[in-house]
């Protein structure tokens, strides 16, 4: 790949299509990007996690068509069988939100492809699956994506599993929406895809078209405020007449909640995190305060590390090491929930559990709307601006005992 750096013509076409640029003066640098891509993780790390997520968070709707222009011609590259002007036609067609006009005692399946993140699948998956299974009440309803994302719900007997594994690079991740063609290609099923990685956004052709129920969330609700969760919803009713959908989780899993259950979790993006040393003075402040605290420690990695020097420095905090779904049965246990904007803030909203959420590092105003925590609780959101420990450690120790604690923790 020459002497540039994935990461550097990740940012140069992102820069060029935030520009307006179009797709021509990129397709050089964006071709050199996907070639590395195809069998290397670093390359799809930028190619994902700059590019396609530079596009997509900031939920403007021209940003979308730089995406799929873009994203068409890296699967036409990876995949010969593909050409970019089909993907495109057929995504044109799928993109606009069209009523379920059959009847439902005639669907025997549902499958509900997921977002693959974690806090996604609470708060825009989870309102699928409760429509679904309300519009669709003889048929199986399946979740497809990863076990560690179905755990969420695996205590509700009407959602089964279709695993999938989702790869690194950039050919490991199509294989994994080819693989989903043939499994998810049958005679009475309906496919509803809520703006999923599993087809890199509507891109990739999963079932027949007739079958395929598209939410693209990116460029939905044009220019409003609303939440995921709010536009989730509208889009539920405008396409299966299910017009009360709400977040929900229900792990399947045992465990005892605290007072204030917390996530130092920011999802491999250091931009959401408040500088030291607010974690461990926000810990100290809830224990000076008498309020027990139990701090999930993560995935492990330089996030663990962060949740072990700031448990060290705090006092009397619990640490919790296990799978998400079970920290999400504490977040349901405990009075209160406080964390960066990440996958607890949107389990705890689902559970009507208070929370404080501090919010920074949003590349745009509308990410911020469209990522709110959405639930029936009392909520407090800390839009961070300027992330001054102090200044965010005040407003954050205010919020928790601003609200009033619920549960049994």
Not at 12 to 41: K, M, N, T, W
Not at 227 to 250: C, H, K, M, N, Y
Request: charged share 25%; glycine share 10%.
């Amino acid at each position: 790949m020459g002497s540039t750096s994935p990461d550097a013509l990740a940012l140069e076409i992102l820069d060029a299509s935030l520009g307006g640029a179009g797709l021509r003066p990129v397709l050089p640098a964006f071709r050199e990007l996907v070639e590395a891509a195809c069998d290397s993780a670093e390359a799809s790390r930028a190619l994902f996690g700059i590019l396609a997520e530079g596009l997509s968070d900031r939920f403007e709707p021209r940003l979308v068509e730089a995406y799929a222009g873009l994203f068409a011609e890296a699967i036409a590259f990876a995949l010969p069988q593909c050409k970019a002007a089909d993907l495109l036609a057929r995504y044109e067609r799928v993109r606009r939100p069209r009523r379920f006009e059959g009847r439902a005692e005639r669907v025997r399946n549902v499958f509900v492809l997921s977002r693959v993140t974690l806090g996604a699948d609470i708060a825009v998956t989870s309102l699928v699956l409760d429509a679904v299974k309300r519009r669709f009440p003889e048929a199986r309803v399946f979740l497809v994506g990863s076990e560690k994302n179905w755990q969420l719900f695996a205590a509700d007997a009407r959602v089964g599993c279709v695993p999938v594994t989702y790869g690194r690079s950039l050919r490991e991740r199509l294989a994994a929406g080819l693989e989903l063609q043939a499994r998810l290609s049958q005679a009475g099923s309906v496919v509803i895809d809520p703006d999923s990685r599993l087809t890199q956004l509507g891109l990739l052709p999963v079932c027949p078209e007739e079958d395929y129920f598209f939410f693209e969330s990116r460029g939905y609700g044009g220019d409003g405020e609303e939440s995921l969760a709010e536009l989730t919803r509208r889009w539920l009713d405008q396409t299966f007449g299910v017009a009360d959908a709400w977040p929900w989780i229900a792990p399947a899993v045992e465990g005892e909640g605290a007072h204030v259950a917390i996530s130092f979790g920011v999802g491999d993006n250091p931009a959401k995190r408040i500088p030291d040393p607010f974690e461990e003075e926000l810990l100290r402040g809830l224990s000076r305060r008498g309020l027990e605290a139990l701090v999930d420690k993560g995935a492990g990695g330089e996030e663990a590390a962060r949740v072990e020097r700031a448990v060290a420095g705090s006092g009397q905090v619990r640490m919790f090491e296990g799978s998400f779904a079970a920290f999400a049965t504490r977040i349901m246990r405990s009075r209160l929930y406080v964390g960066y904007d990440s996958a607890g803030q949107h389990a705890a909203a689902a559970a009507g559990v208070p929370l404080v959420t501090v919010f920074a590092g949003f590349p745009s105003p509308r990410f911020f709307a469209r990522w709110q925590p959405t639930g029936p609780g009392p909520k407090v959101v800390i839009r961070v601006d300027d992330p001054d420990p102090a200044a965010v450690l005040r407003q954050t120790l205010e919020a928790v005992m601003s609200l009033p604690p619920s549960g049994p923790g």
